[in-house]
């Protein structure tokens, strides 16, 4: 299976999580990794699923993410299974101001699903992985929690 993984990565968490789901997804698959500024249609040619990451900005990603989504040809992920991660605090970590705000914005990742299927992908799964503060670091076992994930979604298509 080929599998492109295009992420965004503020503080370096959301690309520790990209590498981390890159590791996990286990030998005897093709796997390619590229930063969301410099992805572009070329890099889904012939694949078979792509995750795309971002950090949470006010519930949403980030704007390379965005334009790479919005910058892809209608019906680009025909065919394509998709899933959509993304970092970000825990509301339950946070104060009542901040922990309102998170609940009521949410988190990136279910924001990027109907994007990905609006471009044509299939059935778009989702993930939220916790960082400490807004900077980070990860919590222990956050990337292992990430490899964990992905092999269930490639065990899926």
């Known amino acids: 299976m080929k599998i ?13 999580i990209s590498l981390a789901i890159r590791d996990g997804i286990g030998p005897g698959h093709v796997v390619n990794v ?9 890099d889904l040619h012939g694949a078979d699923l792509m995750f795309v990451g971002s950090p949470t900005h006010g519930g949403r990603c980030t ?3 965005r334009q790479f989504i919005d910058n892809l040809p209608a019906n680009a992920l025909k065919g394509m299974r998709a899933a959509a991660f993304d970092t970000g605090m825990r509301a339950e970590d946070q104060g009542f101001v901040v922990k309102r705000a998170v609940k009521f914005f949410g988190y990136a990742s279910t924001r990027m699903a109907p994007l ?38 490639v065990e899926r298509s």
């Open 4 to 16: 492109v993984i295009v992420y965004d990565s503020d503080f370096g968490n959301t690309e520790k």
């Open 34 to 42: 590229v930063r969301a500024a410099a992805a572009g249609n070329q």
């Open 63 to 65: 704007e390379p993410v």
């Open 116 to 153: 990905l299927q609006a471009k044509g992908a299939g059935e778009t799964q989702t993930e939220t992985f916790a960082v400490i503060g807004r900077e980070g670091p990860l919590p222990d076992g956050e990337t292992a929690r990430a490899g964990t994930w992905a092999r269930s979604v």
